[in-house]
């Protein structure tokens, strides 16, 4: 007879991992980046290239120069983070400023608190809003699609955003005749960051994170279904208002709800929890875009929630088995 062996849990070990997912969501992104290299060229090429290696460097460099630790760059988190804060910035910005992104998106916003895992706020929103506040300019300076060879100076115009906001200011509806068409912002002609070039093709990397079960559907159905609701409601109550499809389709909406809100470390852990995380960010961002100084409301709506992410678990904990009416059973 066999002497069992009795180990720690757990005894059950399905095949997940941090790099599985964190690769997974990169492999997700892979669409939308080719995207962005089709409509923006150069440029794009040049900003993606530096924001990931910067964020690769710096985590590589703060984890054994100054933590005195392992290197974790391989876990993909760092590629990750540079990935989509690339996916944030325009495509002409200056090399140097998208470096200082980069320190600061894993310097400050991962880093500090310890690394992945125990870093409250998204890194890469960090990156994205301290450059947006630094640099108000050239983070708003915005390339017209289509110039493949044109970096620093590409010709700029208006975004969507920006027209509606123009419309919101002015109380006239036909300035949202300036809008792209439907189908054009589906596919991704239309003017803006680099993780707003195709809606069509950031709802496909969605979709290949459900069904690869990386992500769930709370956070971003939430997020996405309340926005258009809100949208529907100020259309309705006022023309001057986008219709909800375009407001869906504009700016970092679908970038944020799917690929940035759903962060495992900054999102709640319940279904329950998911879903308030979620109606949550989608009316902060109508009500900063509609409202606020900037026309772009989805990362500071991530980032105010992230913030609530502790209490947000807290409220919806599940009960522990044994617990009857918020006390343990101590029988």
Known sequence: MMKPIISLSPHVHGGDSVSRNMYGVCIALVPA?????????????????????????????ITKCLLKRPSSVCDGSAILTGLLL?????????????IIGALVAIGIGKMTFGGLGQNPFNPALVGRVFLLISFPVQMTSWPVSGQLTAYTDAETAATPLFIMQN?????DPNILNQLPEATEMLIGQTGGSLGEVSALLLLLGCAFMLW?????????????????????IMHAINPAYAMPHIVLMS?????????????????????KGQLIYGVCIGLLTVIIRNWGAYPEGMSFAILIMNAFTPLINTYCKPKRFGEVAGKENKK
């Open 167 to 171: 419309a919101i200011a002015s109380g």
């Open 33 to 61: 980046l080719l995207a962005s290299l089709w409509f923006f060229g150069l440029g794009a090429a040049i900003v993606l290239a530096t924001s990931v290696a910067s964020c690769v460097f710096f985590e590589w460099a």
């Open 212 to 232: 690869k079960r990386i992500i769930t559907w709370h956070i971003p159905v939430s997020i996405l279904g309340t926005v258009a609701v809100f949208s529907g």
């Open 251 to 271: 700016g970092g909406l679908i970038l944020g709800a799917c690929f940035m809100a759903t962060d495992y470390v900054t999102s709640p852990m319940t279904a």
């Open 86 to 98: 690339g996916f944030n910035l325009p495509s002409n910005l200056p090399v140097w400023i998208i």
